[in-house]
């Protein structure tokens, strides 16, 4: 690392983080200021949504809209945010999944000091991998995204691909009643299991919309799963669907099948060959339940055939050969927090290898969970002592998935992989970005009680 965390702290305050003069802001607009250099003002703040008709919401938003408003970027490109702070509390934004350098990962007190109300900060990063990908803060998380923060980062390849048509499909539950207010984001007993549900399913927003998609096209479906704590089991019965990248990185295309189940922080694009106008009864669905009714709608080009396969990100092979092997245990460990945390509201539930990140304990990054050596390549041991799943996230790095103790596994790239209950599944990457990179469980409530450790490589 070309700094330590202190200088962050001291220092990158005078430079990236400038109080915003009075009268300057325009107050939740998120727009595009330059098409060329792909600049945007990004904005979180209070402002009220409509999630049931007739009903005010008090979200919290990026650019006035909850999911927040979608950023682009070409491949290779850099991207260029101002994000400026008008919630009432400090935050940050993490770009999930994008391989960037570590004071552009947005975890406070690890890669930057939190942005404080009223202040903004830079972020800029050349995009390297091309792909579906999401940003949401890194601070107060079951709040702020349980509020609404969080938002689409679509990377276009570098060169057109074969599709014609796509959709962004941003799945979250929300923490609201039957009159739009807010319920409890984290509840205690279930943060010590699956995590804390939320009653109102949407997508975009929107609670059991109908897409209109072009009768006779391949439209890209990009999903996805801004949720706080549900896997959803997506289907499409009837649909003629494949799978063309998972998390951002491509795959030889295959079919959906009968479900494929996307896990908190997880993507997956699907092409979907979209049928005859007229034709009823097409739905996407989470097991039995819908999310959304698909519409064909005239179109007047001629009817498509699958896309080639994406191409590949330029992503290291992890050479298995010459791997070092590290192991960690992801357990259930009762209450792990004293009556005095307790009675604080604070809970600890969850451990790695015996070890409970303190969300309240801003020195935990010094302490890493293993020490990896810059361009070492590795192999993780990933095993789930429990009977909840938890989606295991890496920040600043992509990792080939190799095998599963549970289920046939062919290997892709990810940055999320979903450990079902007592599954032991390995992974493998070459440590080639440097950095303190969070290693956490994407359930909010597991990685706010426990599930959650940073891994070095210098
Ligand atoms: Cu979506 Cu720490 O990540
Ligand atoms: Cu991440
Ligand atoms: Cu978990």
């Known amino acids: 690392m070309s700094f330590t965390r202190r200088q962050v702290l001291g220092g990158l305050i005078g430079l990236g983080v400038v109080g915003l003069g009075a009268g300057g802001a325009r107050y939740w607009l998120g727009r595009p200021f330059d098409r060329k250099t792909h600049d945007y003002e990004l904005i979180a703040a209070p402002h009220d949504i409509e999630l049931v008709p007739g009903h005010v919401t008090p979200a919290w938003t990026f650019g006035g809209q909850a999911p927040g408003v979608e950023l682009r970027c070409r491949q290779g490109d850099e991207l260029r ?35 404080l109300p009223g202040e903004f900060f830079d972020y800029r990063f050349v995009t390297p991998d091309a792909g579906s990908y999401w940003y949401h803060p890194h601070e107060s998380s079951a709040k702020q995204l349980g509020r609404g923060l969080v938002g689409p980062l679509i990377i276009d390849e570098r060169e057109p691909t074969g599709f014609r048509h796509e959709r962004t499909l941003c799945l979250k539950s929300w923490h609201v009643d039957e009159e739009g207010a807010f319920t409890q984001f984290s509840v205690p007993r279930e943060a010590a299991r699956e995590g804390t549900r939320g009653r109102l399913s949407t997508i975009n927003g929107v609670s059991l919309p109908t897409l209109e998609l072009p009768a006779g096209q391949v ?37 959906l099948g009968k479900e494929y189940w996307l896990g908190p922080g997880m993507r997956i694009d699907l092409a979907l060959k979209v049928p005859a106008v007229g034709s009823e009864g097409l739905s996407l669905r989470n097991g039995p339940l819908r999310l959304a009714t698909i519409k064909p709608v005239a179109s007047r080009e001629p009817s498509a055939e699958w896309p080639p396969a994406l191409p590949p990100n330029p992503v290291a092979e992890p050479d298995l050969a010459q791997a070092e092997t590290l192991r960690f245990n992801f357990e259930w460990a009762a209450s792990l927090a004293s009556p005095a945390d307790e009675a604080a509201g604070r809970y600890k539930y969850w451990q790695i290898n015996g070890q409970a990140w303190d969300i309240n304990d801003k020195t935990c990054a010094d302490r890493p969970i293993a020490k990896l050596k810059k361009d070492g390549h590795y192999i993780f041991v990933l095993r789930n002592m429990a009977q909840y799943q938890h989606p295991i996230h890496l920040h600043g790095l992509i990792f080939k998935v190799l095998d599963s103790n ?15 209950k007592n599954e032991t599944a390995r992974i493998a990457f070459v440590a080639d970005n440097p950095g303190v990179w969070m290693f956490h469980c994407h359930v909010i409530d597991h990685m706010e009680t426990g599930l959650m450790a940073a891994i070095e490589i210098a």
């Open 81 to 115: 945010v101002r994000f400026i702070n008008h919630l009432p509390e400090p935050t940050t934004i993490h770009w999930h999944g994008i391989r960037l350098p570590l004071e552009m990962d947005g975890v406070p007190y690890v890669s930057q000091a939190p942005v």
């Open 219 to 255: 439209v890209r479906l990009r999903l996805i799963n801004v949720d706080s704590t549900i896997t959803y089991r997506l289907n499409l019965p009837k649909g003629d669907a494949r799978i063309y990248a998972l998390d951002g990185n491509p795959i030889q295309p295959r079919p």
């Open 406 to 420: 549970r289920r046939k596994i062919e290997p892709y790239y990810t940055d999320t992989f979903l450990l079902g």
